[in-house]
């Protein structure tokens, strides 16, 4: 007998609500924790908008205690399944307000500060919204405009024209302590329900040997792409690995040479090392979704959706970082420009999974800077990414990498662009002609987002943009403004 077979197949979840236990046993593993709380709990007032990350009506808190601390996480309940709520503190619109003795509900401040600021006209939107603020409020972060409009960038409201809820959280008010949560609880290694198998390894041998001996599985990450397959389509998928208990995807390691970050690292974990390490990759990371979505969601599952519009894909490549692939029988080490093959197609075989990315450090030579286009600054998917690196041997290009997302079928580098610019002066009128080429090496297809002719100027003309803004490095690396 292997030690799949030996699995306790009798473990319940368990998490908490608002402080209140919860002992899952006879749900589907694909069932959303927000169905769980609206259908199962009858805790209606986390709101269900759009079913797919995109409005916030949902959002929820997940309260973990580390050392002496206890931190908030807005998570979109609609994306998270019920095992991945397992040994979890979630806290709910209903565990806002304290229930008084004498005084019956009392509202936590900023709650009040929407009613008093008539912030909220339907409504619908203000659970989430209160949840959002109450998190930001408990977070380190510190009350300006433009951190409170990321706080809220996950959040839509179709009435209020957000102006009267920005003043409500613009009020100065004294916050009440965290909400206590008990010790972080234990979590299972399997949740089965109805011919439904959802497996929690919890280390790489666990998760290789699992895969191995079931490779039709699906790998869940953070579930921001996959999630969708299970609120919206109501898919029962019978066999789901989650890899976010696995102690060695959780590792960031940054050495002399390069930033290594494993596959269950989420974007909120990774993004104080871009920060420090490549700034413009942060800035665009910060773009990814909302709050809610890079709390969970992660590098690698974006990898590993290998869709040519997947925000991080031509940032990684042109950082010329390389991925470290995992199964039963052994590793390997694969550049990321050679893992996309062909549409949402990747060089993974069966059992495979990645196990982590690394990106090496730029040296004093190398410059890069990362652009993401889109009709809308937060929260939207991307028209065009340009991601470029260039070397400098005095005023000589000596090296360059030029890639692209949105322009073909996979994220994709410019290489007769790049051909042309190496060994050439960076000036002006060399940086033209490149654009130009640019604009015409690849065949982008044309769609809701942007039509085929704007993509390939664009293409062209980020790479000018690049060009001005190394002239004036203090200028803000934003191509929609705020
Ligand atoms: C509202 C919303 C906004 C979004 N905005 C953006 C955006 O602006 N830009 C952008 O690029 N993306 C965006 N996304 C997409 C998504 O958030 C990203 O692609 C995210 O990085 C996926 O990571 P995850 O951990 O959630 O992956 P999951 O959904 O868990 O998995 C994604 C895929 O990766 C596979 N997988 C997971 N882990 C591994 C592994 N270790 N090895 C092999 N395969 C694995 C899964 O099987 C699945 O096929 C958005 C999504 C939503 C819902
Ligand atoms: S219901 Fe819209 S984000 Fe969850
Ligand atoms: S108050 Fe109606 S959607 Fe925000």
Redo the contacts with the bound molecule.
Sequence with gaps: MNNIEKVDHSMALQFTINGVSQKIERISPTVTLLDYLREYISLKGTKEG?A???CGACTVIIAERQKRNTTYRVI?SC?LVLPQADGKHILTIEGLACKSKNRGAVLEPIQKSMVEGDGTQCGFCTPGIMMSLYAFYNSNKIQTDKNIHEALA?NLCRCTGYRSIVDAARQERTFTKKKAISENLSTVAEYNHDGQRFFKPKTLKELSKIYSTYPSS???????????SFSKDRKTTPLIIF?GDVKE?GIIEETKEALTIG??V??SEILPYLEKLFPSFANLVT????D???N????????????P?????PCLMALNSQLQ?CSDLGERRIDLEDFFISYRK?N?KKG????SVSIPKLNANQTFKAY?V?KRYD????AV?GAFLVEFNQEIVAKTIIAF?GMDAIPRRANQSEKKLIGKTWNEENIYKVSEKISKEFKPISDFRASSTYRNQVAGNLFKRFYFDLLDPNKPNQVVDL
């Design positions: 759009c797919e990350g995109d979109n994306l996950g699906t790998l869940l990450a953070g579930g921001t792409d996959l999630g969708i890899t995807l596959s269950a989420t974007y773009r990814i979704g909302s809610q979505i890079r969970v969601g992660t590098l690698c599952g974006n990898i590993a959706t290998a869709s519009i997947g925000d991080t894909l692939i990747t993974l495979e999974f990645i196990q993401k889109s929260q939207d998917i991307s990414i997302g």
